[in-house]
């Protein structure tokens, strides 16, 4: 039997991201081949007791022409036909008008905004135009490009056109090959986004952030530890001869496994002496962020007087040698404190970036 998306959604976070209940699992080939890969898949899917909707790819963008480019709405009727089957509702990634009246006239229960179309406001207007007056659910994958604006703007593109029932998915930022991942999980961007929205449920698609099968459980291990709502997961019952993307797709049983295999955590805890202790562990870090808020004042107010020092003296602002210097002995300590390198450069450079600003301040401030 067919079920509702509203008895689905019911069931797991997305409905209610603070609650305890179980994240929504959303799984499927990365694209749709043929009529007996989409029903062989769906069926592996439904034995697994685990998947709460079917995906697969009918339209595919590609950077360049020549790639497999997706079967087209004929493949809508063969997912039409697997929801018949096994009563998984569908999901389906839409760019046009036309792929939205075409998703909808087939039933497609959730429709997502893709990456490459989420960068382009117009492309995301066009959708949005197309989906007025619909009662639909709607996911928003992030932008390929690290930029949160560019997301909000499409959530509030899609919001304006009526659609109430709207979610996230964060499927990574390209990053030109500087990173283990397909696509840099930017986990801070997405944490970001999740302060500024706190109403929307964000599902996570380690798929394309991974963008290879050894490292789905780990980048899958650490959304459900960050608290998302759920995760989207390629599956295929034959990846290794998948149109697209094979490397990241698993077999529905892997993905069994997978799911098997995390440790499923809650936001809230009902035990009241676990309670307790958590507030004054973060009572201790309130004090300690006070500490830091404090001496970070302190040091810019002391960069300021250098700024006048080297403004007196006709010294230029940055001094190459003396931060280089600051750096190394950053790392240095920053190391022996269990600190990482990487995070060491970050804040520092944020400090620095501060300090120049303050002294640019104090050097031009009677121009």
Known sequence: MVQTMEQILSKTKFSDPSSD?????ISGPCSAETEEQVLATA?????????????????????????????GTKGLAWLQKAREITGLPLAVEVATAKQVEDALHFGVDILWVGARTTVNPFSVQEVADALRGVDTTVLIKNPINPDLELWIGAVERIQKAGINKVGLIHRGFSSYGNTQYRNAPMWHLAIELKR?????PMICDPSHISGRRDILQEVSQEAIDLDYDGLMLETHVD????????????????????????TWRREHSDKKDFNSALEKLRAQINQVDDE????????????????????????????????????DRAVSKGEKLGLTKDFIVKYF???????????NKVMNEDK
């Open 21 to 25: 209940k179980k994240p929504l699992i």
């Open 239 to 262: 990846p290794d001869n998948a149109w697209s993307d094979a490397k990241q797709q698993i077999t529905p049983e892997k993905l069994a496994d997978l799911l098997d295999g995390i």
């Open 43 to 71: 069926l592996a899917l439904q034995k697994t007791g685990k998947v709460d909707v079917l995906r697969a790819g009918i339209w595919k963008p590609r950077t360049r022409p020549g790639s497999f480019e997706g079967i």
């Open 292 to 327: 830091i808020m404090l001496l970070l004042g302190n040091r810019m107010k002391i960069a300021e007087k250098i700024g006048v020092y080297k403004k007196e003296n006709n010294i230029t602002i940055l001094q190459t040698n003396r931060w280089n210097e600051i750096l």
């Open 196 to 200: 500024r929205m706190p109403e929307l």
């Open 349 to 359: 450079d944020a400090v620095h970036l501060e300090s120049i600003n303050r002294q």
